[in-house]
């Protein structure tokens, strides 16, 4: 049964690929290695799943990995201002979430094609970021436990990973929201005819990948105790969308 389960052929694979760069090099499973793997693969991890509602849907958002580098700024800024860190950080969030409904108006109510409107917001953004910050990195504000929960801790940023997959894993399979998202996907007029409010699910899940976009880009400036306009970006983006492909998610939607 477990060899039947569309996820074996990858976790196949991936152990073979652990076999052997353990061949070439004794180190890799080392605690200390595993820690970088584990870490970097996190922030990955948590872009697939906003790629992933959104992919689902049958589209595309291009704009997740500039928001990465915009929401810690908007964060810094409130800090700055006197935000206690707390809702300076929920600032970051909400920028996100500004951008996500950009996103899902351009798209749902202007009838842009998501590739497009994403796109536009990719390079509006990344130009904010840019002009707000002069182009120079800063230091993450903050200290304490606070910024230790938020990702300066060494596992954080894997906890946080941890979690949002398993939050949107049941948002997804086990509630109604991820239930009318996947049948949005696999017919939206079929959906639009049976009560489904079609607008609304698309509209929420371009919000909620903005918002993850922002939140790992948040949890990794804490973790790097930096943060740099250019970080994220499309590198993190194609990664993203890579691991969601590669973990089982059609590009057709559905």
Known sequence: RIFRQRESGIAIVAVLLIIVFQLLNNSFLSL??????????????????????VMVLGEIDLSVGNVFA????????????????????????????AVGLVNG????????????AT??????????TLVISNGYPVTTPGSGWLTGLLGASPWAIVWWAVIVAAVWHFLLKHNKFGIYTIAVGSNAVGSREVGIPTDRIRMVNFVLAALLGGLVGIVES?????IDPLAGGTSILL????????????????
């Open 32 to 53: 200390a290695n595993l820690k970088v793997v584990f870490q970097l693969s996190a922030e990955i991890a948590i872009v697939a799943v906003a790629e992933v509602m």
């Open 70 to 97: 915009f929401s810690p700024f908007i964060m810094y800024f409130a800090y700055q201002a006197g935000m206690p860190l707390i809702l300076a950080v929920v600032a970051g969030l909400v920028a996100a979430l």
């Open 105 to 116: 108006l351009l798209h749902v109510k202007l009838k842009v094609p998501s590739f497009i």
């Open 119 to 128: 796109l536009a917001t990719l390079y509006a953004v990344k130009g904010l």
């Open 222 to 226: 804490f973790h790097v105790q930096s």
């Open 239 to 254: 990664q993203g969308i890579a691991a969601a492909v590669i973990g089982g998610t059609a590009l057709t939607g559905g």
